[in-house]
């Protein structure tokens, strides 16, 4: 059962991106050109998402232990820092260049569009990279408390 949850909300999730169109690339473009021809459906598919996912996520805080698997994988850290800056201003500028981010990308694959095989590839290289860097940091550096605003 482990593997079905997984896959269903991948195809779900597939599935309302292409729905949506969010996986025209022109689409996403068109929410970004703000002061032009501006589309505000993506706001509307982002509204959705949130519809959904925030009585998930308070329904899933008051469950003892998930459905399908023996414990939550819930992120460790909450505070922002430098790599979660740097991370989010590179996928913005991806985004905002291309018109396309990871999900979109992967199910754009079914193309062969030439362009969308280059985005992925840098994608994938840019995943390798960061996965070799986060590995030579020293360990006490990768797990250190984030500073907080209370920190001064």
Do not use: H
Request: contains cysteine.
């Amino acid at each position: 059962m482990w593997i079905i949850a997984p896959l269903i909300c991948g195809l779900i999730f597939g599935a309302g991106l292409l729905i949506s169109g969010m996986v025209q690339p022109t689409k996403v473009l068109g929410f970004l050109d703000i002061f032009g021809a501006w589309d505000p459906s993506l706001a509307v598919v982002m509204a959705a998402a949130l519809a959904v996912s925030i009585p998930g996520f308070r329904l899933a805080d008051r469950g003892a232990r998930p459905w399908f698997a023996g414990q939550y994988f819930r992120p460790g850290k909450s505070g922002i820092d430098l790599p979660l800056v740097a991370g989010a201003g590179l996928f913005g500028i991806g985004w905002g260049l291309v018109g396309l981010c990871p999900g979109p990308a992967l199910e754009s694959l079914a193309t062969l569009s030439p362009g969308v095989i280059v985005f992925v590839a840098a994608m994938a290289a840019g995943m390798i990279a960061n996965d070799a860097r986060q590995q030579s940091r020293p360990t006490a550096q990768r797990d250190r408390p984030l500073a907080s605003a209370t920190d001064g």
